[in-house]
């Protein structure tokens, strides 16, 4: 099964990547004062018997700053996205006009910025617990090549190093990220 070092490192980066992507997702749907698509990504919509993602029946554009609009391609969904959106539990309200859905997005009070801060936070913790279940896999990893005499005890100190070292640069990315987002949160 011999593995080599840059092999199990490539292994954990491309993981732990996906940990910086989740938690991007996470963050994008998290709203600021300003209009962003992603918002309405985990709005999900009764249509064709089922419930779809939104963006599976309409476009989504950001025509001004505090404003999104969903285009919506079948006309008798129109009701539907509102009620898709509404729901949704993102405190916006909705408004048809044609076959277009106009979504004003609010201004934040100060308790809901604090409260998307600490959503902010979760979502951080989250992705910090999902980097250092990279790291123990690797580390698991190595005392198994070790056990199976394929790398020495030096090698093991290396390679632990080395893992080490890069959950440090993945935690430090995420809590980079999150003073980011908490800072386009505050903002007013």
Do not use: H
């Amino acid at each position: 099964m011999s593995v080599d070092q840059k092999t199990l490192l490539a292994d954990l980066t491309r993981r732990m990547d996906g940990a910086i992507e989740s938690l991007r997702r996470d963050f994008a749907g998290l709203r600021s004062g300003r209009a962003n698509p992603a918002l309405l990504e985990p709005v999900r919509v009764e249509a064709y018997g089922g419930e779809v993602p939104l963006t599976q029946v309409g476009s989504i554009a950001v025509p001004e700053a505090r404003m999104l609009t969903v285009q919506v391609w079948d006309r008798s969904l129109v009701g539907a996205v509102e009620r898709g959106i509404r729901d949704a539990g993102l405190g916006l309200n909705p408004a048809a006009d044609g076959q277009t859905v106009r979504v004003p997005i609010p201004q934040l009070t100060e308790e809901r910025r604090n409260e998307l801060a600490r959503a902010a936070g979760k979502y951080a913790e989250n992705g910090k617990i999902a980097v250092r279940g990279v790291r123990r896999d690797g580390m698991d990893q190595t005392k198994k090549l070790e056990k199976a005499s394929e790398i020495s005890e030096d090698d093991v100190k290396t390679w632990s190093d080395a893992i080490q070292k890069l959950t440090d640069q993945y935690v430090k990315r995420i809590d980079d990220l999150l003073v980011e987002k908490e800072r386009e949160i505050k903002q007013v």
